[in-house]
């Protein structure tokens, strides 16, 4: 997100600090910041990209003045600017003279950015990016699928082969599955070389994970249904058959998101 869905952060530490001033505006070097400021300053950034992503300050408004918001957040200007400076690099503010810190149109939004995927997916209008995450690992996952196909070696099918069988044990136990359903789609997404689709998938998922509106209740009905699917993909890779593998795969996604999908955001 897995390779973890909820961590879209690839960059290699002792890279870190000459990346800053180029990745300025990536996924990376977001989350890298976030984990370098106060838990103070992140609390009071998630709650603002929240408000702002949902529209409580909507583009073209100005945020609070920052002694209103040392107050509001009970910290202090300190705090407030490392919190100004996190979502300026989201894309989410800008800082105008004589007019505060001003709400950015989300053409600016750095939408690949954890906090800012998981305040979209709380909007009225979540649904609609759920809608276009599924889209979205349909043509990705798909061509990962033929590719692995297409690539796998004796190593690679015995590991499938263990995994498939880990999660025909798991059945029964819907939670569980899930976790190593997972896992499935990692060992599917690194056989097939593609490191950049991968890192899309891994950046997007993860606040969509977490999401009720988004995993759906589990039950033992729905666990066969996926792991079916599975199995159809399972033995299109097998095969070498990367056309059968990208088919098996879009089928799996779209036919799991037309299961669970709400028919209205739940909060």
Sequence with gaps: ???????????????????????????????????????????????????????????????????????MFEVSRTVIREATTAMTEKGLVVSQQGRGTIVQDSSHWSLLDPMVLGALFQRDDGLSYLDNLIEIRVTLEASMAAKAAKKA?????????????TLESL???????????????DIIMRISGDRLSEAIINSIQGKALKNLNYSGKLNVEHIRETHA?????????????????????????EGSWKKRRPTSLKA
């Design 1 to 71: 997100m897995p390779a973890n869905f909820s961590d879209p952060c690839y960059a290699h530490p002792e890279s870190t600090l000459q990346g800053n001033k180029r990745l300025n505006t990536t996924v990376a070097f977001s989350a890298r910041n976030a984990r370098r400021r106060p838990r103070l300053a992140v609390a009071v950034v998630e709650d603002l990209v929240t408000a702002i992503v949902t529209e409580v300050y909507p583009a073209g408004s100005a945020l609070p003045p920052e002694n209103v918001l040392c107050d």
């Design 229 to 253: 699917a599975h199995t159809e993909v399972y033995q299109a890779i097998l095969k070498h058959d990367g056309d059968a593998a990208a088919k098996a795969m879009r089928d799996h996604i």
């Design 153 to 165: 070696t004796a190593d690679d099918l015995a590991e499938l082969t263990a995994q498939m069988e």
């Design 171 to 185: 059945i029964q136990t819907p939670a569980a599955y899930v976790h190593e359903d997972v896992k499935l789609h």
